[in-house]
C-alpha cells in the first residue's frame, strides 16, 4: 500500500502591518521633512499602515478646536486603526480615560 503523496501546503504571502507612532504623526502634522518623507516610503510601500487606539486618543486629545478636530479624523481614516486587548486597557486605565477626554472634547467643541 503506497503513501499519498504529501501535498505541500499553500502559503499565501503575507502583507505586513506597520503600527505608526504617534509622534511620527505629530512630525508629520507640522510639516516636518523626515516624517513626511518617513511616511511617503511607508505608502508607497504596499504595507498596510496602522495606528493604535491609544494613538487616535493622543492625536485627538491634541486639537484646540474642532476644524483641527475634523482635519486629524480625515487624515486618520487612511490607517487601520488597532485596538488593544482588555488586559492591555485595563492596565492603562483606557475606558477611563476615553471617557474624560470624551467628556472635555464635548464641552470644548460646542
Not at 505586513?16 to 516636518?32: C, G, N, P, R
Not at 495606528?51 to 486629545?61: C, G, W
Amino acid at each position: 500500500m503506497e503513501r499519498a503523496a504529501q501535498k505541500k501546503p499553500n502559503y499565501n504571502p503575507v502583507k505586513t502591518m506597520k503600527l505608526i507612532d504617534t509622534d511620527i504623526l505629530i512630525d508629520f502634522s507640522h510639516e516636518i521633512s523626515a516624517a513626511e518623507q518617513f511616511l511617503e516610503t511607508l505608502r508607497n510601500s504596499g504595507e498596510t499602515l496602522a495606528i493604535s487606539a491609544i494613538t487616535r486618543m493622543e492625536l485627538v486629545e491634541g486639537c484646540r478646536n474642532k476644524r483641527e478636530l475634523m482635519k486629524v479624523i480625515k487624515f486618520l481614516g487612511e490607517f487601520k486603526l488597532i485596538h488593544f486587548s482588555e488586559n492591555i486597557q485595563g492596565y492603562f486605565n483606557l475606558p477611563r480615560r476615553l471617557a474624560r477626554r470624551r467628556e472635555s472634547l464635548q464641552t470644548r467643541f460646542t
